[in-house]
T-cell receptor, first 115, second 111 residues
Framework: GAVVSQHPSWVICKSGTSVKIECRSL??????MFWYRQFPKQSLMLMAT?????????EQGVEKDKFLINHASLTLSTLTVTSAHPEDSSFYIC???????????FGPGTRLTVL | QKEVEQDPGPLSVPEGAIVSLNCTYS??????FMWYRQYSRKGPELLMY????GNKEDGRFTAQVDKSSKYISLFIRDSQPSDSATYLC???????????FGAGTRLFVKA
């Protein structure tokens, strides 16, 4: 149980295009999902917290207009990187909290490369 | 001072050794403690989840929480090369929204 999927697992795009990453909790409902960014050999950096049916809460320094988050249902959150640039290239990981639970379960991550 | 401190390593041990990984924290309100394992280019995987102080054992893994010292540990017995990964401690307070992660310790188990 407690499986979180992400799609796509990797994506290469041209500078200026937008990329959407999906995060799904497969066997549980998640009122809260989190989006992280991770650079090589560095720890997780929380970007934003998304709650089903409401606006996401962004961490300081994260541009909300650039990283659009939608949490449309209790099992799906999406992150859209708008007008991507090479500096946005990174490993993006989502996680989800089961309803009433305190553990976070992580997706496998999405590697984004912007050319 | 960071809320959670974790030595990034790397820590290199021979196969079969007992590994001790540790984190210290400053916020006494933390009640939920977790250890995650992350392989390169993969998402973190939840290994252990404990509430408040005490020990918890699962196979070769033992998690310890000492709230009086604000110190948590993960022990790996009979370490294997497949245990080579980054181990992240994490903690959360009751009613809290966010989980606070340590920087992660890179572990190498040599065959």
């Amino acid at each position: 149980g407690a499986v979180v999927s992400q799609h796509p697992s990797w994506v290469i795009c041209k500078s200026g295009t937008s990329v959407k990453i999906e995060c799904r909790s497969l066997d549980f409902q998640a009122t809260t999902m989190f989006w992280y960014r991770q650079f090589p050999k560095q720890s997780l950096m929380l970007m934003a917290t998304s709650n089903e049916g409401s606006k996401a809460t962004y961490e300081q320094g994260v541009e909300k207009d650039k990283f659009l988050i939608n949490h449309a249902s209790l099992t799906l959150s999406t992150l859209t990187v708008t007008s991507a640039h090479p500096e946005d290239s990174s490993f993006y990981i989502c996680s989800a909290n089961p309803q009433g639970g305190n553990e976070q379960f992580f997706g496998p991550g999405t590697r984004l490369t912007v050319l | 001072q960071k809320e959670v401190e974790q030595d990034p390593g790397p820590l290199s041990v021979p196969e079969g050794a007992i590994v001790s990984l540790n984190c210290t924290y400053s916020n006494s309100a933390f009640q939920y403690f977790m250890w995650y394992r992350q392989y390169s280019r993969k998402g973190p995987e939840l290994l252990m989840y404990t509430y408040s102080s005490g020990n918890k054992e699962d196979g070769r893994f033992t998690a310890q929480v000492d709230k009086s010292s604000k110190y948590i540990s993960l022990f790996i017995r009979d370490s294997q090369p497949s245990d080579s990964a980054t181990y992240l401690c994490a903690m959360k307070r009751t009613g809290g929204f966010k989980t606070i992660f340590g920087a992660g310790t890179r572990l190498f188990v040599k065959a």
